[in-house]
């Protein structure tokens, strides 16, 4: 009868740890603010993810019952779950890849910049933790401002001297999620038939759809172009108004971080072939950040592609993202810095 409930210190642990040893080989995978808006079901499509053995569920509220409850599901994954601060470093001993959904979402005129001073702090203590108990899992790191927060983990692994830029990625896959979606609708296609790389990084302008360089060929008008741009660059506050004060988007987020995570971990099994759109530590530009179309291995970001032909609007585009980008990259270099 011991359920594979795991609160930290449970009587059950041993043949729910021999379950995950013995088991099907797998990745051992933690979400930090997992109780959330969307950790909640990114727990629950991570646990359906055969390549996990072992899950691992962090926040500082509310752990024990989502892990009671995701704990139920009849698929491969041990469940763990770890509350608040002094059980971080359980939550994060031995694993594979890390992923990052705590933090405060926004609220209707809020922008993703606004977020930065709780959300700073927060990125930072995860950061630390990871640097001592897990540094070299691959991290996913989702809390806004992305722009920002990257810099910050980077900065944090630095100073800890665990800084593996392969291993530290900008989850933007939301946006492409949105892009192939509402390209689909404007195409009149079948969304899952379209791939729209989606660079320079998650906020405003920052996001920089290549229209033309959509999968299959496509053409559009100038006019289809600025209505695509502006509701890609938009989607997230789309969102946000229409859920008026309850916070930003949660459940396609959950889809677009479950997704992401699938191919680090295809990745890191070995797959071939595994390329995603991700904010990444990067040459492409002279920012030291960058999203782009990169290749996920078994060390993570293995190759990072090029931007490849830009039109004039996209060109004008990235001048727009570059300079917001560089000021939001400085603002968290600074926070830990100074
Ligand atoms: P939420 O408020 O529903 O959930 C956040 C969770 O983080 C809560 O359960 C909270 O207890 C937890 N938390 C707070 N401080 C923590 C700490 N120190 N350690 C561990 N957990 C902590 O928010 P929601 O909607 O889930 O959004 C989370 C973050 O994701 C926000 O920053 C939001 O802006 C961002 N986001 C990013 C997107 C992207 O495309 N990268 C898209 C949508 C949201």
């Known amino acids: 009868h011991p359920s594979n409930l795991q609160m930290e210190g449970s009587s059950g642990l041993r043949r729910a740890d021999c379950r995950a040893k013995g088991g099907a080989p797998g990745f051992k995978v933690a979400i930090l603010g997992a109780a959330g808006g969307i950790g909640q079901p990114l727990a629950l499509l991570m646990k359906m993810n055969p390549l996990v053995s072992v899950l691992h569920l962090y926040d500082v509220v509310n752990a024990p019952g989502v892990t009671a409850d995701v704990s139920h599901m009849d698929t491969g994954a041990v469940v763990r779950g770890f509350l ?133 060929p496509c053409s559009f008008t100038p006019e289809e172009i600025n209505a695509l741009t502006d509701r890609i660059q938009n989607g997230g506050t789309e969102v946000v108004e229409a859920k008026a004060g309850a916070g930003s988007a949660t459940l396609s987020m959950a889809y677009a971080a479950a997704k992401f995570a699938a191919a680090c971990l295809r990745g890191m099994r070995g797959d071939a072939g595994i390329v995603e759109c991700s904010f990444v530590t990067s040459q492409v530009t002279e920012l030291p950040f960058f999203a782009t179309k990169v290749r996920l291995g078994r060390t993570g970001v293995e190759e990072i592609f090029p931007l490849g032909p830009l039109n004039e609007y996209e060109r004008n585009g990235l001048e727009k993202a570059k300079k917001e980008l560089a000021g939001s990259i400085q603002k968290g270099v600074s926070f830990i810095r100074n």
């Not at 992923?99 to 930065?116: E, H, S, Y």
């Not at 609708?185 to 990084?201: I, M, N, Y």
């Open 84 to 216: 608040g601060q002094p059980q971080l470093e359980n939550a994060l001993t031995g694993m594979d890849l890390v992923i990052i959904p705590a933090g405060v979402p926004r609220k209707p005129g809020m922008t993703r910049d606004d977020l930065f001073k709780i959300n700073a702090g927060i990125v930072r203590t995860l950061a630390e933790g990871i640097a001592k108990c897990c540094p070299n899992a691959i991290v996913n790191l989702i809390s806004n401002p992305v722009n920002s927060t990257v810099p910050i983990a980077a900065e944090v692994f630095k100073k800890a001297g665990t800084f593996d830029p392969k291993k530290l990625l900008g989850v933007t896959t939301l946006d492409v999620v949105r892009a192939n979606t509402f390209v689909a609708e404007v195409l009149g296609v079948d969304p899952r038939e379209v791939s729209v790389p989606v660079v320079g990084g998650h906020a405003g302008v920052t996001i920089l759809p290549l229209l033309s360089q959509v999968n299959p």
